[in-house]
């Protein structure tokens, strides 16, 4: 069965600095893979997904993603931290499309941002 | 994209009662999802709607606790059912799309 890892429940960082939240899957067959985000008192919102073609996929507010099949990881960064980043962010996997069947999630990484 | 509309958006409820969940989406979609997202934890699906069959049920859930109507191609129910403290989580509804699954704001349920 599928399974996804966030490293760390709760990141913080300052503004201005480099924000890394991990993500690691487990998968027999090359996944599709997403991160969300939500914001307090709101739905999840899709910040970018990995389907297939090149591994480093861009996102929405300034966010990218690498897929590393040989280290089974799908890492989530921003080169600069801004407050407005504050939020609960979420990996995802799924193996058949994202749109047709189960998505199994991670925890969650609960990023703060300090001025 | 599309736009998902869920209603209520919180809820507090007595023990035993039940309570049923509205999901709208701005467009026509073949298949919805309902997610748990159970206090400090991730999101576990529930179930998977499509409209004009019964809905399919994820290990650990049945239908007679949460039963789900998916009458046309833009709306779907899921009732929580004979409410327990246990119970209180938040109720997500998504929908496929392109890929996709767009999710609504959440139905934040507490069972007293």
């Known amino acids: 069965a599928q399974s996804v890892t966030q490293l760390g429940s709760h990141v913080s960082v300052s503004e201005g600095a480099l924000v890394l939240l991990r993500c690691n899957y487990s998968?027999?067959?090359?996944?599709?893979l997403f991160w969300y985000v939500q914001y307090p008192n709101q739905g999840l919102q899709l910040l970018l997904k990995?389907?297939?073609?090149?591994?480093l996929v861009k996102g929405i507010n300034g966010f990218e993603a690498e897929f590393k099949k040989s280290e089974t990881s799908f890492h989530l960064t921003k080169p600069s931290a801004h407050m407005s980043d504050a939020a609960e962010y979420f990996c995802?996997?799924?193996?058949?499309?994202?749109?047709?069947?189960?998505?199994?999630f991670g925890k969650g990484t609960k990023l703060s941002v300090k001025p | 994209s599309a736009v998902i509309s869920q209603k209520p958006s919180r809820d507090i409820c007595q023990r035993g009662t039940s309570l049923t969940i509205q999901c709208q989406v701005d467009?026509?979609?073949?298949?919805m999802f309902w997610y748990r997202q159970q206090p400090g934890q991730s999101l576990t699906l529930i179930a998977t709607?499509?409209?004009?069959?019964?809905?399919?049920?994820e290990s650990g859930f049945v239908i007679d606790k949460f039963p789900i109507s998916r009458p046309n191609l833009t709306f779907s129910t899921l009732t929580v059912s004979n409410m327990s403290p246990e119970d209180s989580s938040i109720y997500l509804c998504?929908?496929?799309?392109?890929?996709?699954?767009?999710f609504g704001a959440g139905t934040r349920l507490s069972v007293l």
């Open positions: 995802a996997v799924e193996e058949y499309g994202g749109s047709q069947g189960n998505l199994i």
């Open positions: 990995y389907t297939t073609g090149a591994t």
């Open positions: 467009s026509q979609v073949t298949m």
């Open positions: 998504s929908v496929g799309s392109g890929n996709i699954q767009y």
């Open positions: 998968s027999s067959v090359p996944p599709y």
């Open positions: 709607a499509n409209q004009g069959s019964e809905a399919t049920y």
